[in-house]
């Protein structure tokens, strides 16, 4: 399946309850949308997020009808498997204890 990266920016701090959690999560199923990982900016305004799609249509009807912002949405090729083992590796140590 294609993999996506979505760039999001907020006006404000997005503060999701464990319910918006799973409501977006069943909203992406439904669409078949899978999200995979993200990345905060450092100003806390933006988000990157590597998303398992169909099509990037997919995408955007799922953050429409989740009622989250899309800005951008740029299919991306799979990294080569050293990359993939170093990202492992990096969101294992950031993982909270």
Known sequence: MPLYV??????VE???SSEDVRLIDEINAD????WLFSFLSADRR????LYEAPSSDAIVA??????????AVVEVGAAAPELSDRLRDWA???APS
Do not use: M
Request: glycine share 4%.
């Open 14 to 16: 997005l503060d999701l």
């Open 31 to 34: 669409e078949g949308v899978r």
């Open 92 to 94: 294992a140590s950031q």
């Open 6 to 11: 979505i760039e999001r920016n907020f006006a």
């Open 46 to 49: 933006r988000t990157y997020c």
């Open 62 to 71: 799922a953050a429409q009808r989740a009622n989250v912002p899309v800005d």
